[in-house]
């Protein structure tokens, strides 16, 4: 809406533009001739272009600024979705699922809000819930779809005599291998006392301190089924000390303080000159985990995290994580700072306008816009009358980059 269409003092400038769900103007006042750009806030679309003629603003563009809209949320198989307020798909709005008779919600997060990049968290997943039919003795079999996968509870299920089934619904869980290390072993590739690995990884040990000797595999990998290829090592040995010599001690790692004598003396009777050393420290604690692009986590965010918590991120729809060996879905808290990679992979669109300039078409579906998930491919046919030159028309989306093909008249 237009509050101050004139103004009678040029030099009055910023205080009277005034449009809904604008940001402020850059200056103060506006000089006779000058134009000004008024742009919408974050979550709004349009604008507005104004001239300083004479001590009067002269609107040459004028597009209020409105919510932006988002595309269709997304079905989900055996469930249904509905707006919590409002009735259009419009920045703001949240859509919640829920599941339909014998189905049970999967995914932890069960909507979806409409944010100024699109729609946050992933499409929810349902699964045949517990209520299925079956006479006694019957058995159900579960596996996970996903090889990245394991089954979290039993993987058959009987139907007893009481009617009832002998265990619930198994769920699939990520597949990781978890292990602490002890105060005298390090892993070179994670810091921290807490390892945690996807199947396929490898990690290596070493001992911390002289003296020590590592006994057991120096490497170990995950396996697809959650456990480790051979049993964790050990750091093993002693340190020999003849009466009246002394030795120093230091804190192994940052914010640990020595608490007692740095230096103790091996004495004429075997004894020590003092009780040994301890290392005490404060765990410095992270604030809330950062943004990441075209990502948001899963849960709501905490102003503090302990060392240790990590966050699960969910790209937005239509973009991928990248979950080759440095990237994950967690970022992890150590001593204060967040540690880990994460990567959303961008979808490549095609409109009709770009295949119109290239004289080609979608070889099976008709849309007037489409997109691409990373890795995907789509695949392209020449216009009637026209002949393929240079590119092959069956294409893949690489993070956002698509070479569409192009066909010429013959």
């Known amino acids: 809406t237009w509050v ?22 850059e200056k103060a006042s506006y000089a006779d001739g000058e134009t000004v750009k008024v742009n919408c806030i974050t979550g709004y679309t349009g604008l507005y272009r104004l001239n300083c003629e004479k001590g009067e603003w002269k609107k ?10 988002c595309s269709h949320p997304g079905d989900t198989p055996n469930g249904d979705f509905k707006l919590k307020e409002g009735t259009e798909f419009v920045f703001g709005v949240t859509v919640e699922y829920t599941c339909k008779k014998g189905y049970e919600m999967t995914s932890r997060i069960n909507h979806r809000t409409c944010r100024a990049q699109g729609w946050d968290n992933a499409v929810p997943v349902t699964a ?3 209520t299925e039919e079956g006479r006694y003795g019957d058995v159900i079999h579960f596996e996970c779809v ?3 996968k394991m089954i979290d509870g039993h993987n058959d299920i009987r139907c007893e005599e009481t009617g009832k089934w002998s265990d619930a619904v198994p769920k699939c869980k990520e597949t ?10 390090r892993s070179d590739e994670h810091p921290g006392s807490e390892v945690s690995v996807r199947p396929g990884q490898t990690i290596s040990f070493s001992c911390v301190g002289s003296g020590s000797t ?15 290829s051979n049993p964790f090592p050990k750091c093993t040995g002693k340190v020999s000390v003849r009466p009246g010599q002394t030795i120093t001690f230091s804190c192994v790692g940052s914010g640990s303080t020595l608490q007692g004598q740095k230096k103790i003396t091996c004495q004429s009777n075997g004894e020590w000159s003092n009780p040994f050393p301890k290392c005490t420290g404060k765990v410095t604690a992270c604030g809330p985990p950062p943004d990441v692009n075209f990502a948001d986590t899963i849960e709501f965010k905490k102003d503090e995290y302990n060392t240790g918590e ?3 991120y969910s790209c937005f729809n239509k973009y991928t994580l990248d979950l080759r060996q440095s990237f994950s879905k967690y970022l992890t808290c150590e001593q204060g700072e967040w540690r880990g990679n994460i990567r959303c992979l961008k979808p490549c669109t095609v409109t009709v306008e770009e295949m119109d300039r290239r004289g080609i078409e979608l070889a099976h579906v008709n849309r007037q816009k489409m997109f691409a998930p990373h890795d995907d491919y789509i695949s392209f046919v020449c216009k009637r009358g026209k002949v393929s030159v240079g590119s092959a ?6 993070d956002g980059v698509m070479a569409l093909p192009e066909c010429v008249r013959q």
Request: proline share 4%.
């Open 310 to 312: 990590r966050v699960e």
């Open 393 to 398: 028309l069956r294409q893949q989306c690489n």
């Open 176 to 185: 990781k291998c978890v292990a602490k290390l002890t105060e005298n072993m």
């Open 146 to 148: 996903s090889s990245d």
């Open 128 to 130: 045949s819930g517990n």
């Open 214 to 228: 590592l006994q057991g595999q120096k490497k170990i990998s995950c396996q697809s089924n959650g456990e480790w």
């Open 60 to 69: 040459s563009i004028e597009r209020p600024c409105a919510k932006r809209r």
């Open 4 to 25: 101050n269409d004139s103004l009678v003092d040029p030099q009055a400038g910023k205080k009277n533009i005034k449009y809904e769900n604008t940001e402020p103007v």
